[in-house]
């Protein structure tokens, strides 16, 4: 097939990278909207792209009738055999139209579809292909500024945004600075395919480990989760699954070259690579590198509330500038940490045994209440003047084996001696 038309969509196909047969269908269409403003007889025109003649044919489409009312909707029999020989009452037949005489209107209005459909059809092909990347890092190259937003072009006249919320604290690059960054959302807009990246999104180092480690892309290690504080600190947790196999190690790579290519892409960000554990206490412990941990509680495993006991030195290393340590090491983990010295804890022990002696006494002064009905009240939750007389009957007499008559003098007593207190 070697008519100009067609080596002009083969040219079209080649440089805008569209399929040939999106192009044709671009150009029916065309041909179709140009021969309807050039016959103007409300004829159902369509139009056919001939592969062997290497041109478009229009036709209009009539419904084969013994006698004509409608003239541009319906074609008589006799007629209709001369076209196609076989055709019979109340078929359907598709009459050739010319199309020498369309004129140079109808032939620039076809040219104005045309683009317009293979504008419509290269943006399909951006948004086809990139929606089906989200997730992924892509190359380009910084093209312009928008409001404190960087615009990249990622070839193929496809362009990013890049917001400034998605750029890392202290990242700063130039027209023409070769950019990384990952596609989190491609939406359909007016002006075209809208892909959105980001260099902040802790995928975006899950992505560079996954680059950088082949262990992890050929998932020997997994990367269990990533927290980042992006431009600042990121932790990262990983585990083996091969047992002869360092996933810190791995990740770090030999003299740090695998972790170092990271936090070069990264502007410098600070990355720990923590070991992942099924354990509470080990896999918080990791996390809290370099502090070491001295003695850990758990507060509420239900709340995921866990007490973690440093030494005095131990404590700003384990807490972090302003926080970050832990705060990082909270959402890695998914516990709510709460980080406290050896003093402090001492000094809340020594608090919580002043309390309990003067619950103790202030318990004694109510008539009635003997050393066990004491220490039964301290274990359920009423060794206080202020808990036992805002406590039920009921639950008082169930605690205590007493009856309601009893419990309701003790509340009583409790009350009066808050009054007189006050």
């Known amino acids: 097939m070697n008519s100009q038309l067609y080596r002009t969509i083969e040219q079209i196909s080649r440089e805008k990278g569209l399929d040939i047969e999106v192009i044709i269908k671009a150009v029916e269409e065309a041909m179709t909207t140009a021969a309807k403003k050039f016959y103007r007889s409300g004829e159902d025109l369509f139009s056919r792209f001939n592969q062997q003649k290497g041109q478009v044919e229009v036709f209009a489409r009539k419904k084969v009738v013994t006698e004509v009312a409608n003239p541009s909707k319906e074609i008589a029999l006799e007629e209709a055999k001369k076209i196609n020989p076989v055709a019979e009452v109340g078929s359907e037949i598709d009459v050739p139209k010319l199309t020498n005489g369309l004129g140079r209107i109808a032939a620039q209005t076809a040219k104005q579809v045309i683009l317009q459909k293979v504008y419509e059809a290269e943006r399909d092909s951006i948004y086809n292909e990139y929606i089906n990347r989200v997730g992924e890092i892509v190359n380009g190259i910084v093209k312009r500024f928008e409001?404190?937003?960087?615009?990249?072009?990622?070839?193929?006249?496809?362009?990013?945004?890049?917001?400034?919320?998605?750029?890392?604290?202290g990242e700063n690059f130039s027209q023409g600075d070769r950019i990384r960054s990952l596609i989190m959302e491609v939406k359909r807009s007016g002006k075209g395919p809208q892909i959105v990246v980001s260099r902040a999104a802790p995928r975006f180092l899950y992505k560079l480990f996954e680059m950088e480690v082949p262990e992890i892309s050929d998932s020997i290690i997994e990367i269990k989760n990533v927290v980042r504080e992006a431009g600042d600190r990121a932790k990262v947790a990983v585990c083996s699954k091969a047992k002869d196999i360092d996933p810190v190690g791995a990740c770090v790579g030999i003299k740090g070259n695998r972790v170092h290519s990271i936090?070069?892409?990264?502007?410098?960000?600070?990355?720990?690579?923590?070991?992942?554990?099924?354990?509470?206490?080990?896999y918080i412990t990791n996390a809290l590198n370099p502090a070491k941990i001295k003695q850990m509680t758990i507060l509420d495993e239900k709340e995921r509330h866990i007490e973690v006991i440093?030494?005095?030195?131990?404590?700003?290393?384990?807490?972090?500038r302003k926080g970050q340590n832990v705060r990082l090491a909270s959402k890695l983990t998914g516990w709510k940490i709460d980080i406290k010295s050896e003093t402090e804890k001492r000094e809340e022990k020594e608090l919580e045994r002043e309390l309990l002696a003067k619950s103790r006494n202030r318990l004694a002064q109510i008539p009635g209440i003997d050393e066990q009905i004491k220490e039964e009240l301290l274990k359920g939750g009423f060794g206080t003047l202020e808990r036992l007389s805002s406590a039920s009957s009921k639950e008082l007499a169930a605690l205590l084996s007493i009856g309601n008559t009893k419990a309701s003098q003790l509340i009583a007593e409790a009350k009066k001696l808050l009054t007189e207190k006050k």
Not at 147 to 169: F, N, Q, S, V, Y
Not at 264 to 280: A, C, F, G, Q, T
């Open 147 to 169: 409001w404190g937003d960087i615009i990249i072009d990622l070839g193929r006249e496809a362009e990013a945004i890049l917001p400034r919320k998605e750029l890392p604290w």
């Open 310 to 320: 440093v030494e005095d030195s131990q404590l700003s290393l384990a807490i972090g």
């Open 263 to 282: 936090i070069r892409e990264l502007r410098r960000e600070k990355i720990d690579i923590v070991e992942y554990s099924n354990s509470p206490n080990i």
